[in-house]
T-cell receptor, first 107, second 114 residues
Framework: GQNIDQPTEMTATEGAIVQINCTYQ??????LFWYQQHAGEAPTFLSY??LDGLEEKGRFSSFLSRSKGYSYLLLKELQMKDSASYLC????????WGAGTKLIIKP | EPEVTQTPSHQVTQMGQEVILRCVPISNHLYFYWYRQILGQKVEFLVSFYNNEISEKSEIFDDQFSVERPDGSNFTLKIRSTKLEDSAMYFC????????????FGSGTRLTVV
């Protein structure tokens, strides 16, 4: 079956670093995406990994290990506006979504 | 930056009525998708569309649903006889190819069935 797991909720402090993990089991794999979603809004693209390793983009980095079926999203220098849900999705000709991790940033 | 445009942003309809949700994908994209998200739940795939035909659909996409690309720009989702459980945010997305560089999502249509 298709399964994507991520923590339901995480809390972090403004200015700190947080790592959001995602594990997946899917029948196919064409890449792993991370999206940010604010309540009531559409998901917005953050990162894409198709090869093993780390992709860095400003304050956001994403890591992939295909052999372990594992990815993480690393957010540095957290800002209050980073409070949102972070969705892990695997592409298998369509996107298979995790339930999302709600990130709460405290001052 | 190119956008995927969805209309309307909100739609309230009575149970049993037909609704059509409209999307204008990015002009040079070839793959089109509909997803839905029931409040508080995960995003769910409904259907993908390529070369003027459905390429994949989920179990959710039953006979009540249909998609159409009536002209070169619009991509529509029709729900023939809405049910209360169809209440959700419906997102249209498009991509230049499958699985590469992500999908661009529209801002969504919030459908409320009463």
């Amino acid at each position: 079956g298709q399964n994507i797991d991520q923590p339901t909720e995480m809390t972090a402090t403004e200015g700190a670093i947080v790592q959001i993990n995602c594990t997946y089991q899917t029948s196919g794999f064409n890449g792993l995406f991370w999206y940010q979603q604010h309540a009531g809004e559409a998901p917005t693209f953050l990162s894409y990994n198709v090869l093993d390793g780390l992709e860095e983009k400003g304050r956001f980095s994403s890591f992939l290990s295909r052999s372990k079926g594992y990815s993480y999203l690393l957010l540095k220098e957290l800002q209050m506006k980073d409070s949102a849900s972070y969705l892990c999705a695997v592409s298998d000709y369509q996107l298979i979504w995790g339930a999302g991790t709600k990130l709460i940033i405290k001052p | 930056e190119p956008e995927v445009t969805q209309t309307p942003s909100h739609q309230v309809t009575q149970m049993g009525q037909e609704v059509i949700l409209r999307c204008v994908p990015i002009s040079n994209h070839l793959y089109f998708y509909w997803y839905r998200q029931i409040l508080g739940q995960k995003v769910e795939f409904l259907v993908s569309f390529y070369n003027n035909e459905i390429s994949e659909k989920s179990e959710i996409f039953d006979d009540q649903f249909s998609v159409e690309r009536p002209d070169g720009s619009n991509f529509t989702l029709k729900i023939r006889s809405t049910k209360l459980e169809d209440s959700a945010m419906y997102f249209c997305a498009s991509s230049a190819s499958t699985g590469i560089y992500g999908y661009t999502f529209g801002s969504g249509t919030r459908l409320t069935v009463v």
